[in-house]
């Protein structure tokens, strides 16, 4: 595999999840600065700029870059001045991958502080504001700037997802470093596929796989076993076995049914997951739920599988519609009231606000892998926004079906008595500001939309599994007869 170097300000974390990968990679990792202590004699940093001066330690530093680049194959931390010199920085693109963390000043404020140990905040603040100014542009001038990395072990396969920018071009790096087959079928619909289908083939071509590219029709009505078949022929004729990959580039469809074809073919191959919609990469992108549907119930044929790694390249929203992106704002809103009420605060869309919202999904996902308790939370507003798609034959998106079906999963909370009685107003506003519909169609009423809510696969015994909305931060299972 390339060297992967982390890079980024003091505090950005590039140690510990140096650590973290080169453990997942089964590599060597190397702490540039404890290299250069090493070559010194022993000598800490802040004595080598005390007694040698900074010329003197950016020559040793150039020294233990060099020699890092010559080793390949192994995870690298890196001083956060280690490519302000050109010279460093083309010798390190050259020699593998450079990786610049992006994370948010009130993060680094609050790390340096406690690393500091008895300094007050102020003076954290004062140092980080400083740094930023100084070299924030520098840091902002490369292209792949994840802003977050969450680790998942499900039970099947372990996953890395990482967040932030450029990561589409990446995808080859992670492949490799993952060890995957030497073959791939890269997956994208009508929609995605001419945007960033030969970005993601380049990537996996450049890091030495066979590739070849498939694009599928877009929409939900196109999620049938039709379409897997499709895939499962794409895997045929590339030649693909069980230690080559899928790789699914698109939203929630592309991906469910991607994985779904790698889960089952020759029992189980593995797969990458490159969300490219908002509502694929806070919720669909994450947690292994692979499928289609049929004619009369959404994923009702599916697995378990979890890509290898996904990878949530930010600025692939900047193509979406206004409507796609409310659709993903339903999702994040939904995590809000489940876990972090502050999101629903939050305005507009930035990678924090994608991370802060996935980071509500993971921590459910890794206390409860195969939904047996509280991952069951996650389908707040789907139970009645699944039969919404339905009913509408899919012309209500399923982010507005799923706004729609929380606020009368509220209003079902009141009807029980457990929630007060103006509480679907406040549901349904946080939803509206968000661009949302929060009403039901004409023609459609919850209790019309019973039959179709019977077929549901969280149905028990005659009952239904309601995740009900009953304040901020309070969902509750209930099962209800419908």
Not at 57 to 75: D, I, K, N, Q
Not at 292 to 306: I, Q, R, T, W, Y
Not at 311 to 335: I, N, S
Request: net charge neutral.
């Amino acid at each position: 595999m390339q060297t992967l170097f982390l890079y980024g300000p003091p505090g950005s974390g590039k140690t510990t999840l140096g650590k973290l990968l080169a453990g997942r990679f089964g590599v060597p990792f190397e702490d540039l600065d404890d290299s250069i202590v090493k070559i010194a004699g022993g000598k800490s940093i802040p004595e080598i700029f005390a007694s040698e001066g900074e010329a003197a330690f950016r020559a040793r530093e150039r020294a233990a870059l060099e020699a890092a680049c010559a080793a390949p194959g192994r995870v690298v931390a890196l001083g956060g001045g280690a490519l302000l010199d050109q010279a460093c920085r083309a010798m390190a693109e050259r020699g593998g991958q450079v990786i610049c963390l992006d994370v948010p000043s009130g993060v680094l404020k609050a790390r340096i502080a406690a690393q500091a140990g008895t300094r007050p905040l102020a003076d954290a603040s004062e140092k980080v504001d400083r740094l930023l100014a100084a070299r924030g542009p520098h840091y902002d001038s490369f292209p792949v700037r994840p802003v977050a990395h969450f680790a998942i072990d499900s039970g099947d396969v372990p996953s890395d997802i990482f967040v932030g920018r450029g990561l589409l071009d990446t995808a080859g790096v992670w492949a490799a470093a993952r060890k995957l087959g030497g073959r791939a079928v890269v997956v994208g619909d009508s929609n995605t596929f001419p945007l960033y289908g030969d970005r993601v083939m380049a990537s996996l071509q450049k890091a030495g796989f066979a590739v070849r590219g498939l694009a599928i029709p877009a929409g939900e009505e196109t999620k049938t076993i039709d379409t897997v078949m499709s895939i499962w022929r794409a895997f045929l004729a590339a030649g693909l076995g069980r230690d080559d990959f899928a790789v699914a580039v698109g939203g929630g469809v592309t991906g469910d049914m991607t994985g779904f074809a790698a889960a089952t073919w020759m029992r189980g191959m593995r797969w990458i997951n490159i969300p490219t919609s908002l509502l694929a990469m806070v919720d669909a992108s994450t947690g292994g739920k692979t499928g289609c549907d049929l004619p009369e119930a959404k994923n009702m044929v599916g697995a378990f599988h979890s890509p290898t790694f996904v990878l949530a390249d930010t600025q692939t929203l900047g193509t979406l519609p206004p409507r796609e992106l409310a659709c993903g704002m339903a999702e994040t809103v939904k995590h809000g009231f489940i876990a972090d009420p502050g999101i629903l605060d939050e305005a507009g869309v930035s990678p924090i606000q994608v991370a802060r919202s996935l980071a509500v999904k993971v921590g459910i996902v890794t206390e409860d892998a195969k939904e047996n308790g509280v991952r069951a939370k996650l389908n707040l507003g789907h139970t009645v926004g699944h039969a919404i798609e339905i009913a509408t034959n899919f012309s209500v998106k399923h982010g507005e079906a799923v706004a729609i079906g929380t606020v009368e999963e509220a209003r079902l909370a009141v009807r029980l008595g457990l929630a007060a009685a103006d509480w679907p107003a406040k549901v349904a506003a946080a939803f509206a500001k968000a661009g949302l519909p929060t009403t039901l169609p004409d023609g459609l009423t919850f209790e019309s939309l019973a039959e179709i809510m019977r077929h549901d696969k969280k149905q028990h015994g005659g009952k239904i599994s309601f995740a009900l909305p009953c304040a901020p931060g309070d969902v509750r299972l209930v099962p209800v007869a419908v």
